[in-house]
């Protein structure tokens, strides 16, 4: 089946230092890859939808300058969180969305911990 | 805007029992899907089974099925004869229906689901 890769899995950092996630398609084009948010025993939370080739649509309330991203190929999206702080520690789920099925699939996620 | 709901924080059963797990949800949308997904220890997003709103016939994967009351807008899962490897939580969640493309999901709450041995 499709895989999406998302890498680090994991990351700590100090405070105010700038971290990037990577989210791959690895064997499909995804035009559209969707960042989610998730913290402890929560749901997932919408951020933004990244569109290749255009700027990302943020949902209400998530700060665009703080969480940039960027999806310059058919295959690779990229969030990084700006001046991170303790509160951005979070889980942070990518899923890439196969163009032709409209199927979607979720990477592995990445666990941040900011310092 | 679409809302999912799950009403049920946490639930548990024993080893073999067959559980149900509830999901509501709320759109004016007349094309779109449901899913049910788990998510174990592990944090991996997996799909569990998926519904067209469009079709009448609940969907089934071996121990799982769906009861789909599109007018009530309720989707349930059932997950007959449990097995310890079903401990997880559960996300149910809703996309509109496109031509082509991707949409985004809409999660519920979730629902923590221990199989006990």
């Known amino acids: 089946g499709a895989v999406v890769s998302q890498h680090p899995s994991w990351v700590i950092c100090k405070s105010g230092t700038s971290v990037k996630i990577e989210c791959r398609s690895l064997d499909f084009q995804a035009t559209t890859m969707f960042w989610y948010r998730q913290f402890p025993k929560q749901s997932l939370m919408l951020m933004a939808t990244s569109n290749e080739g255009s700027k990302a649509t943020y949902e209400q309330g998530v700060e665009k300058d703080k969480f940039l991203i960027n999806h310059a190929s058919l295959t690779l999206s990229t969030l990084t969180v700006t001046s991170a702080h303790p509160e951005d520690s979070s889980f942070y789920i990518c899923?890439?969305?196969?163009?032709?099925?409209?199927?979607?699939?979720f990477g592995e996620g990445s666990r941040l911990t900011v310092l | 805007a679409q809302t999912v709901t799950q009403s049920q924080p946490e639930m548990s059963v024993q080893e073999a029992e067959t559980v149900t797990l509830s999901c509501t949800y709320d759109t004016s949308e007349s094309n779109y899907y449901l899913f049910w997904y788990k998510q174990p220890p592990s944090r991996q997003m997996i799909l569990v089974i998926r519904?067209?709103?469009?079709?009448?016939q609940n969907a089934t994967e071996n121990r799982f099925s769906v009861n789909f009351q599109k007018a009530a807008k309720s989707f349930s899962l059932k997950i007959s004869d449990s097995q310890l490897g079903d401990t997880a939580m559960y996300f149910c969640?809703?996309?509109?229906?496109?031509?082509?493309?991707?949409?985004?999901?809409?999660f519920g709450q979730g629902t923590r689901l221990t199989i006990n041995p």
């Open positions: 519904q067209e709103a469009y079709k009448q």
């Open positions: 899923s890439a969305g196969d163009y032709n099925t409209g199927e979607l699939f």
């Open positions: 969640a809703f996309m509109k229906g496109v031509v082509q493309g991707a949409q985004k999901l809409v």
